[in-house]
């Protein structure tokens, strides 16, 4: 099994509600992500959890809150977002925490915001 | 701090023309390097990657990249495309000794005509 599954695939959110994305991954792997990507832009580093613990914030807001409640899941608690928040966010996962990981990733879910 | 650039925003070929594009990094010593493809509406996949060794490596799909230390380039080739080539490409450098942070490219939108 080399899948990353995310759920829901798509998702429309005002901005007072509250929903979570999901992701799970059963290839054993330590370290998990979460990407923003913009149409026609490279994803952008949101967090990654290395074994189990939070390792980097890369600055995100509030407003985005991860979770990884076992080495298979990773969840992102959306709260409050802005419209600009609107993009596809991509799980990914990867042996370990290191530069030389190849990343697996999911397919993303697309949130857009009202 | 390092970067990667990949000079062409877009580029179109015909079925069966080759194909190459361009990744320019900067770096000191050699990073780890990575190609990625995106279809419309996926996540990204691993196509190849270079860590050390042989500067020619093969990936998935017919596809292979030279490094080139003293053009500090990692460019993708293959001999043949094939219309389910169109995607985005982008390049990807991970730092040896650092964390396991990837630093993309802008990415290279592929148009193949029939």
């Known amino acids: 099994d080399t899948e990353v599954t995310q759920t829901p695939k798509h998702l429309v959110m005002g901005m007072t509600n509250k929903k979570s994305l999901k992701c799970e991954q059963h290839?054993?792997?330590?370290?998990m992500y979460w990407y923003k990507q913009k149409a026609k832009k490279p994803p952008e580093l949101m967090f990654v959890?290395?074994?189990?613990?939070?390792?980097i914030n890369e600055s995100v807001p509030s407003r985005f809150s991860p979770e990884c409640p076992n080495s298979s899941l990773l969840n992102l608690h959306l709260h409050a977002l802005q419209p600009e928040d609107s993009a596809l966010y991509l799980c990914?996962?990867?042996?370990?925490?290191?530069?030389?990981?190849?990343?697996?990733f999911g397919e993303g879910s697309r949130l857009t915001v009202l | 701090a390092q970067s990667v650039t990949q000079p062409d925003i877009h580029i179109t070929v015909s079925e069966g023309a080759s194909l190459e594009l361009r990744c320019n990094y900067s770096?000191?010593?050699?990073?780890?390097l990575f190609w990625y493809v995106q279809s419309p509406g996926q996540g990204l996949q691993l196509l190849l990657k270079?860590?050390?060794?042989?500067?020619l490596v093969q990936g998935i799909k017919g596809f292979e990249a030279e490094f080139k230390r003293s053009q500090s380039s990692f460019n993708l080739r293959k001999p043949s495309v094939h219309w389910s080539d169109a995607a985005e490409y982008f390049c990807?450098?991970?730092?040896?000794?650092?964390?396991?942070?990837?630093?993309f490219g802008q990415g290279t939108t592929l148009q193949v005509k029939p």
């Open positions: 990914a996962s990867s042996q370990g925490f290191r530069a030389s990981g190849e990343l697996f």
């Open positions: 290839m054993g792997h330590r370290a």
């Open positions: 959890y290395s074994y189990e613990k939070l390792s």
């Open positions: 770096y000191g010593a050699t990073p780890y």
């Open positions: 270079y860590f050390s060794g042989d500067t």
């Open positions: 990807a450098v991970g730092e040896p000794g650092n964390t396991g942070k990837l630093i």
